[in-house]
């Protein structure tokens, strides 16, 4: 079991392209986002999966964090927002604490309607104190490596001044 979750992980971790795009805005705002974060049969939809709004605040935060760490740069002059478009996951088993899968679009939202997207799907899991972990590798011992974003509200990439 621990091979399959391991390579698992590995497939999720590896369909997380860094690259942007600049594209349309979306036509469905925020607020109209279905409550849950993914679709589809229960097993991959159990009832313990994070709700969208949830999953979209956590995703811009670790975007908002790369950005501020120089890993990745935002193609938009003087950031208005950001944020993640809704977004689709799955639970990688039913069981609560299981490891999940989210995809969907980073927005960076420029002065003026510019747009610069990045396309992602991470592999996460909740920590024990709630929060939401990204899986970004294993480290020297074969360990599998999970980080909890800062919030958004304290980047100096997309902190709204």
Do not use: H
């Amino acid at each position: 079991m621990l091979v399959s979750t391991r390579l698992l992980l590995a497939i999720a971790a590896s369909l997380l392209p860094l690259s942007g795009t600049i594209a349309a805005p979306s036509t469905q705002p925020a607020s109209t986002a279905p409550a849950s974060s993914c679709q589809g049969d229960a097993s991959r939809c159990p009832a313990w999966m994070p709700s969208q709004a949830e999953m979209r605040n956590t995703i811009a935060d670790y975007f908002c964090e790369l950005a501020d760490q120089g890993r990745i740069q935002p193609r938009v002059k003087r950031l208005v927002r950001a944020e993640s478009s809704p977004l689709n996951c799955g639970a990688l088993a039913e069981e609560p604490g299981s490891n999940f899968v989210c995809g969907g679009e980073m927005r960076f939202i420029g002065k003026g309607g510019e747009l610069d997207t990045i396309t992602f799907s991470p592999a996460l899991r909740y920590e024990e104190d709630g929060r939401i972990a990204f899986y970004v590798g294993d480290d020297e011992e074969g360990e599998q490596v999970w980080r909890v974003p800062a919030p958004r509200s304290t980047s100096t990439t997309c902190a709204m001044r």
